[in-house]
């Protein structure tokens, strides 16, 4: 019998509820918000089977699944799949079917006296749920998070189960953006006593958060299935991030046979730690019930203890300080391992937008997952939880704004939005209210393109105004705007009663955080009553009537909810007071809303690219939301720059004023010193250094000052020397960069994100191949064919250049490398000794390619 028989045996004979123990990789003890004190809740992640094909026969037990692909979670199918140019680039040109998950597991001894819950973070989409051949449930939303008590349809302790869930992503282009296919996000078994605290039966808040003192105010829901009316102490124990205890609460309650009830608690602390981007200091409440002396549930939940509050005239205040909100949005997907990401990945990209500056994100524009909110709470970032992107009507999903296709391969949420909008949004809400990163929910996305009347009564649109949209306030009066707007047909929906309805639920289950949704048409939705449902009204590329809409409507905040990574779009808010930030589109670049654009498979706006490497728009907000000295070089020849020399010596723009009104996407530059001898080349140089000096081999080539640069790049104009380039910080700011002219590519040197990989299944590693010439020098001008070697016991996770137009398989170990370099993720699996990677994983060019 080999290892893995054994510990299938084991767990079979023992009937232990490590519930993924059934898989040959045993799994970590992983901690999620909530369910973390191992009693209630076990990884449900490993011992899976796929097949991407459709049978009803695959929900049964008896059907023989030995032939299928063996596999843990997350997954995402679609990635793993060739790009394809006969598929449509709004969804990345990937292909979506039909798929079908079944894992076998062993009921726990002792299981017919407790409740047992099967938890999914998110299946992307339109997934059914059998255990032992009945259906249990499904959900059409992939985003939703949700449970299902399983514990009437669990064969007898110590026998054999089945649960089967099909996905059904045969409609592939039912997003605007990549989505990804499958079981994407964890899962969990939860098994609890009948008189117990449900899955997010917590909610925390604090009302009262100083420096001084904090008020802790908690509702706890708890459901008794017993046979009998049950008296119980409910007791609450908060501990601090050191492990010490810090505040507690007992109160005797009672809940009859049968039913739940909510109980209310408080609790104080003195001189607590403030959560915040700084100082992302995290408490833990440990909610018991404790039935004659003994511990029959217990739930922990972590929460931040914090104090926000928006001023219409003032901004955003975050523990009684006015704070800037440097945000970016963020997709769901992560390059090469698609949407099924794990938590080391999105620990490195957020880390990289951390550098940049960045202490915020808004969820484009769909709830994340818990693992993701959890690496906020824990790194420090301020969340706009944003829920919908189509309410009543649908999106275009390869051409965005109102609907032009119906086929049934785009029909998206919005044909299911009357039946289950509440329901999601109230399970997206429920899990999501403890998450001290989450400052306010944001209901929809850009959703007035979608409803008659928004589109003309803007004026905008009838009357010759290309590009003015952008940049101009509205053209025709406010009461014009009504005129036509309250003159025309409404409608089947309406879109300020639905806005209205969606905020009444969030209130339903919290009023501790404010409403906002992104508007495309503010000029519009101010005065159609669509703002009335908002508490913060988020404006959609629309800075250049920030001015317009606090004077008319100074009784609402106004920020900018989608902004493009541009100078000009943060020097508006520098310059008011009133608007407390933005979020830029993008903070990383995503997969999809490419449609008709092969070979480009992917949105190319971020301030990190698809493999999370940094952007020149990287370095432009790195200048801009840190203080700590920074210089950054770029170059491009003068032909393909967007400057070029001018009188005086001085560098000019070739369409002046052109930085004004640049949208989405950085100009085309070079991070190399690799041109023709003595070709016209123009260097831009990005720093927050009052002055730079520019050498090239020790000679100076002048000093450029910031404040003679309004689009804050320090410009100079030279022939090409071979040789090395760099950029001093003047004035006592202590910041320099240098690149250096670099000869052909003889070799790659890789370096690691960490030493080794411990055998959790878990953890990832991320290592970056480098070119390099016989100097070692970093060769960025010349790229090269390469091929990555793993050694047994590491797991290929995905392979990347971050390029939007490398149009091959993400999962192999070729790729062509982008300026020289490349990205590998790996997972160290079915071991149990850490792996060192210096040794393990290796790389060779298999051809160089010309500059």
């Given amino acids: ?77 679609s990635i793993e799949q060739d790009f394809d140019p006969n598929m449509d680039g709004a969804t990345a040109y990937l292909p979506g079917g039909v798929g079908w998950y079944r894992k076998t597991f062993a009921t726990p001894e002792g299981a017919e006296h407790k409740r047992t819950y099967l938890y999914f973070d998110g299946i992307y989409n ?39 869930v099909r996905v059904d992503r045969s409609r592939y282009i039912d997003s605007r953006w990549y989505p990804g296919a499958g079981i994407y996000r964890n899962v969990k078994m939860v098994s609890v006593d009948p008189l117990h605290i449900p899955i997010w039966g917590v909610f925390v808040r604090t009302p009262v958060a100083t420096a001084e003192r904090a008020e802790v105010a908690l509702d706890i829901d708890v459901v008794n299935k017993r046979n009998s009316d049950a008296e119980f102490t409910l007791r609450t124990v908060v501990v601090d991030r050191e492990g010490e205890e810090v505040a507690r609460v007992d109160t005797v309650q009672q809940v009859a046979a049968g039913q739940s009830a909510t109980f ?21 409440a440990k909610t018991s019930v404790v039935l004659e002396d003994q511990v029959v549930d217990q739930l922990t939940t972590h929460f931040g203890v914090r104090d926000i509050r928006f001023d219409a005239d003032s901004g955003f205040y975050l523990n009684g300080v006015n704070t800037a909100i440097k945000g970016v949005n963020l997709h769901h997907d992560a390059g090469a391992v698609g949407v099924a990401v794990p938590k080391d990945v999105w620990r490195r990209r957020l880390e990289g937008l951390k550098r940049a500056g960045t202490n915020a994100i808004r969820t484009a524009h769909n709830p994340a997952s818990q693992e993701f909110l959890d690496l906020c ?13 189509e309410w009543d009507n649908p999106k275009d999903k390869r051409l965005n704004q109102w609907e032009r296709h119906d086929d049934r391969i785009s029909r998206g949420y919005a044909d299911y939005f009357q039946e289950e909008a509440e329901s999601d949004l109230k399970l997206s809400v429920k899990r999501d209210r403890n998450h001290p990163s989450v400052i306010m929910w944001s209901i929809g996305n850009e959703i007035e393109w979608t409803y008659p009347r928004y589109k003309d009564a803007t004026g905008y649109f009838d009357m010759n105004a290309s590009g003015n949209y952008f940049y101009n306030p509205p053209f025709i009066t406010e009461q014009e705007i009504k005129d036509r707007f309250h003159g025309s047909e409404a409608g089947q929906y309406v879109l300020a009663k639905t806005a209205g309805k969606l905020s009444n639920w969030v209130r339903e289950l919290d009023t501790s955080r404010p409403i906002t949704a992104n508007l495309i048409l503010p000029s519009v939705s101010h005065i159609s009553g669509y703002t009335d449902a908002l508490d913060i009204v988020g404006y959609s590329y629309r800075r250049v009537i920030y001015d317009y809409g606090h004077e008319k409507y100074p009784e609402k905040m106004i920020m900018g909810t989608e902004n493009v990574v541009q100078w000009h779009e943060w020097k508006a808010i520098e310059e008011r007071d009133f608007i407390p930030g933005t ?20 949105v190319r706006s971020g301030l990190l690219d698809l493999a999370g490497f940094e952007t020149p728009a990287f370095d432009l907000y790195r200048t801009l939301w840190n203080d700590t000295p920074y210089v950054a070089i770029t170059s491009q020849t003068e032909e393909k720059s967007l400057y070029q020399e001018g009188a005086n010596d001085k560098v000019v723009e070739k369409t002046p004023g052109a930085w004004e009104r640049r949208v989405w996407g950085w100009q ?34 002048g000093v450029q000052l910031l404040s003679d640069n309004p689009d804050r790049l320090l410009k100079w104009a030279l022939p090409f020397r071979a040789g090395k380039l760099t950029a001093q910080g003047l004035g006592g700011c ?14 790659l040197v890789l370096s690691y994100d960490r030493d080794q990989l411990p055998a959790d299944n878990y953890s990832v590693a991320h290592v970056i191949a480098q070119l390099v010439d016989q100097q ?42 982008s300026e020289g370099r490349a990205l590998l993720m790996v997972r160290a699996v079915g071991g149990e000794e850490a792996i060192a990677l210096d040794g393990n994983v290796s790389a060779a060019i298999t051809s160089l390619l010309q500059p």
Avoid at 34 to 43: A, I, K, P, Q, V
Avoid at 788 to 804: H, I, K, M, Q, Y
């Fill in 1 to 77: 019998m080999n290892i893995s028989s054994i510990i299938r045996s084991l767990c079979f004979v023992l009937a232990v509820l490590v519930v993924g123990c059934d898989s040959a990789e045993p799994p970590s003890a992983t901690s999620s918000r909530g369910e973390s004190n191992g009693t209630r809740s076990s990884d449900f992640n490993f011992g899976w089977k796929f097949a991407l094909q459709d049978d009803q026969a695959f929900m049964q037990p008896e059907y023989d699944d030995g032939d299928w692909r063996a596999l843990r979670l997350p997954h995402d199918w």
């Fill in 126 to 164: 339109h997934s059914e749920i059998w255990l032992n051949g009945h259906k249990i449930g499904g959900r059409i939303n992939g985003y939703t998070p949700f449970y299902y008590d399983i514990t009437d349809h669990l064969a007898a302790p110590g026998a054999s189960n089945l649960v089967a």
């Fill in 264 to 284: 209310s608690q408080q609790l104080s602390l003195t001189a607590p730690a403030l959560w915040s981007p700084d100082n992302p200091a995290l408490y833990l």
């Fill in 377 to 389: 709470d824990e790194m420090g970032f301020l969340v706009q939880a944003e829920i919908f992107d």
């Fill in 583 to 602: 979020f830029l589109w993008t903070g990383i670049d995503y997969l999809g809303e490419a449609h008709g654009a092969w070979p480009r498979k992917a």
């Fill in 668 to 701: 085309e530059v070079n991070r190399h010193w690799n041109y023709a001898a003595a070709e016209p080349v123009i260097v831009e140089v990005l720093s927050n250094c009052p002055e730079v000096e520019l050498f090239l081999n020790d000679e100076s080539l």
């Fill in 734 to 747: 202590a910041a320099s960069a240098e690149i250096e002219t670099a000869e052909q590519a003889v070799s």
């Fill in 776 to 817: 070692g020098r970093p060769v960025r001008h010349q790229d090269a064919n390469i091929e990555f070697d793993l050694a047994p016991g590491l797991e290929l996770l995905g392979t990347d250049n971050g390029r939007s137009s490398r149009m091959t398989r993400y999962k192999s170990e070729r790729l062509r490398t």
